[in-house]
């Protein structure tokens, strides 16, 4: 008898096996773009697209040039990974460090979507930070994998960094352009008006969302009269007060030509253009980072234009920017501190669109990782509150997140996708976050406790 039971489970493991083995494999997703086909990968009920091209490599000619249209490819592109973060020096103590390697070739974009969905979903688009000179899409707290569990499109891409994004030249022809990075940034959002909907996103429900030097780009957006139209909300953290700060094209210029002299290239030399492109891309960063940004090193960042890009914070108090929704803030322990540019510059901002009729959700965010807290700490540091914002903590962190840093996560990813989802954060069963006018400044605070308080700030 035992024999034959014996048979008859061997049996049955080999018909499983054979009926397991003639089950065809499930084809990886598939979408065709405006450019071409792009083939993703499935995972965790998430589907992702990562290196998708959105503009032509600006390499050689196209270096400080405006980017270009990518070249239709004919074939299924592989989209499985990301591609190369843009040009610059990394450095080591990178609060999120690069997944891949810098190239000069970088304008790709990723998309995450939940596997499944079957209607158009709200969108938001993530601009990275690193003070202009550092930062890219690849970092693993940067994946958009989590928001997209909770039923929106993720969108992020690359922006040219450092003297690549922010050059000037009297001999450069660069048809009058300075901010290559932040033209980099509206054809990522044409790209995604184009293309977006393929993807099962919504074109018409589009959130920008950037921290830092992403949150400065975000001002660059909602004032930018090329830039209109492209999206419908917008979130800014930690993006300062949007001074230029008295920076202009021809401040841009002398920084150009003080880096054009450091490698033997006077400013009245008829070749200074070919010769600024011909140089490598290393002796374009030439040291430059964020450790090193404090003696400028020949470099201007963005600057107004006057046209396609301007003073942000003059346009906000003469009511020149998008009306739409913003959700703005900083973290506790922000740059400067309490009375530094981060906090000061958000309540600023948040008065002046205010005044304006615009919905504004203002926030502070004083939570602090707990294998991060020491006795010294004083509150958020600047760019901590990414994790949580993304939903990522338990990345950043590894086995040393705790429960508090899940429920600080959930708390603020929440707030955040219902304000992508509707301009408005709230949802059933969190403490009720009222805009902010100029007669009830709420603020919402996710306390030191991973929870969420509003009260008048």
């Given amino acids: ?39 993703g990968t499935t995972g965790g009920g998430v589907i992702a ?68 969905a079957r209607r158009k979903l709200p969108v938001m688009v993530w601009i990275y930070g690193g003070g202009f000179v550092n930062g890219g899409s690849s970092p693993p707290t940067y994946s958009g994998a989590e928001l997209a569990r909770q039923d929106i499109v993720v969108v992020s891409f690359n922006y040219r960094l450092g003297r690549f994004g922010s050059f000037a030249h009297p001999r450069l022809d660069g048809g009058g352009q300075v901010d290559f990075g932040l033209l980099d940034q509206i054809a990522a959002l044409r790209w995604v008006k184009r293309n977006i909907a393929a993807f099962g996103g919504d074109p018409d429900a589009v959130t920008i969302i950037g921290e830092s030097a992403g949150g400065m780009s975000v001002h660059a957006m909602l004032t930018s009269p090329a830039a209109r139209g492209l999206f419908h909300r917008a979130v800014v953290q930690s993006g300062g007060n949007a001074s230029s700060n008295g920076a202009s094209v021809e401040t841009a210029k002398v920084a150009g030509i003080a880096f054009a002299q450091s490698k033997g290239i006077a400013p009245d030399d008829p070749g200074a253009g070919a010769k600024l492109r011909a140089l490598a891309p290393e002796q374009v960063v030439d040291g430059l980072n964020l450790a090193t940004l404090g003696d400028r090193r020949a470099y201007s960042g963005p600057v107004p234009d006057g046209t396609t890009f301007v003073d942000s914070l003059a346009a906000y108090r003469a009511n020149r920017f998008a009306h739409v929704p913003v959700m703005i803030g900083a973290t506790s322990d922000d740059i400067g501190g309490p009375g530094g540019v981060m906090i000061a510059g958000a309540r600023e901002v948040a008065g002046l669109l205010s005044k304006q009729k615009v919905p504004v959700y203002y926030y502070r965010f004083d939570y602090v990782a707990a294998s991060a807290r020491r006795p010294e700490t004083k509150g958020a540091g600047h760019a901590t509150d990414i994790p949580f914002f993304f939903d990522t903590g338990a990345i950043k962190y590894g086995d040393r997140t705790a429960p508090a840093d899940r429920i600080a996560a959930r708390t603020m990813s929440r707030y955040l996708v219902n304000f992508v989802k509707t301009g408005d954060p709230n949802h059933a069963g969190a403490p009720a976050w009222g805009r902010y006018t100029g007669t009830d400044r709420q603020m919402l605070t996710l306390t030191a406790a991973g929870t969420a308080a509003v009260a008048p700030e």
């Fill in 49 to 116: 697209f990562k290196g998708i091209p959105f503009a032509a490599p600006p390499v050689g000619p196209l270096r400080w040039r405006a980017p270009q249209p990518v070249a239709p490819w004919p074939a299924v592109r592989d989209a499985t990974r990301y591609a190369a973060d843009c040009m610059q020096l990394p450095f080591p103590s990178d609060a999120a460090p690069l997944g891949t390697a810098p190239a000069e070739d970088c304008l790709y974009a990723n998309v995450w979507r939940p596997a499944g």
């Fill in 1 to 39: 008898m035992a024999s034959i039971l014996s048979r008859l489970v061997f049996a049955a493991i080999l018909t499983a096996g054979a009926c397991a083995a003639s089950v065809p494999a499930q084809a990886p997703p598939t979408v065709r773009t405006a450019e071409g086909a792009v083939r």
